[in-house]
């Protein structure tokens, strides 16, 4: 007789947010865009490039999860950085699982052990994620773990790549054994919380900090001031009157925050140069993710000691949406 079918339980659904913890340049935002295949993170080599909490969202078969990218844990100094860490608190709280990110091409340092004495506090489940392995020696890979393993209750290590996309495959295995059972809270479609004035903004945030050096970083901000969307007119033929053309036309305004006058200058640069750069740089990435003819103007203004200003970090944070 034939043997009759066993049916076999359908994995359940699961869906959760993961908080990306570590060290500034420890290769957080990397691994987001990696993730989800797409960018939705500037990502630069500079320390605190990730100012906001920024929700990456991964929808598949399995189950949503919901990354949050944090800034890198830092002890603050201004109030943007105290409001930087707050974002980091905020993500543990929430956070149903915790991704711990060091970089296998750093010593253990002071900063390691701040990020270390903060998670002792977390009751989540925290895996260790060792990024960068592409870039030292196999034989270097055990020692590592070895000294990592026993500082704090790590439910997995995992030797990652963010940049080359290395195991990837599995930590998203083992985030989802580890993500509750629940329906998903976003939609398909969706893979960010960011809104379009804020992407705009980093946009150009990204290409200043490929640009500039020294402490420029970290006392630069970008503000969009207005975003007017039309048609873009086309020249009609003799004796007929004008069209449209069906690509749509974005016209932005920015402005870009300094706190000293010479550090205008250097955003400026000789002649203008450095800002027409930038400027034009960011004009193509805008035109590749608005699929429009842009049209941008940035300007760039002194306001000193901006950083501990609340007026100007309530601004920047509700282009945030």
Do not use: C
């Not at 989800?36 to 080599?45: N, Y």
């Not at 960010?192 to 150009?204: P, T």
């Not at 800002?275 to 429009?292: F, P």
């Amino acid at each position: 007789m034939p043997r009759k079918k066993t049916s076999q339980k359908a994995r359940p659904y699961r869906t959760g947010y993961v908080a990306l913890i570590g060290r500034p340049n420890t290769g957080k935002s990397t691994l987001l865009n990696s993730l989800l295949g797409r960018k939705v993170a500037i990502v630069s080599d500079k320390p605190q490039t990730t100012r906001v909490s920024i929700l990456g969202i991964k929808t598949t078969e399995l189950g949503q999860i919901i990354f949050i990218d944090n800034p890198g844990v830092h002890k603050p100094l201004h109030l943007m950085n105290r409001r930087m860490m707050n974002y980091v608190y905020s993500s543990l709280e929430m956070a149903d699982l915790v991704l711990l990110m060091i970089d296998a091409t750093r010593k253990f340092g002071h900063g390691d052990q701040y990020v270390l004495e903060m998670l002792k506090k977390i009751t989540r489940p925290i895996f260790l994620l060792i990024n960068k392995v592409d870039l030292v020696k196999k034989e270097s890979m055990l020692p590592m773990i070895d000294s990592y393993k026993d500082l704090l209750p790590f439910k997995e290590i995992v030797p990652i790549s963010a940049l080359k996309g290395d195991n990837l495959d599995r930590l998203e295995k083992l985030i989802y054994d580890y993500l509750p059972e629940a329906e998903k809270i976003y939609s398909d479609e969706e893979i960010s919380d960011q809104s379009e004035k804020f992407l705009l903004s980093e946009i150009i945030r990204e290409k200043i900090l490929n640009h500039v050096e020294e402490e420029l970083p970290y006392t630069t901000a970008v503000i969009i001031r207005s975003i007017e969307k039309s048609e873009l007119p086309v020249r009609p033929a003799s004796g007929r009157k004008p069209a449209l053309s069906p690509r749509p036309l974005v016209r932005i305004q920015a402005e870009i925050l300094v706190e000293k006058e010479n550090h205008k200058g250097i955003i400026i640069g000789k002649k203008g140069s450095m800002l027409k750069t930038i400027g034009s740089e960011a004009r193509q990435e805008m035109e590749e993710m608005l699929k429009s003819k842009v049209f941008l103007e940035i300007s760039v203004r002194v306001r000193e000691r901006w950083r501990d200003a609340e007026e100007i970090l309530d601004l920047i944070e509700e282009q945030k949406g």
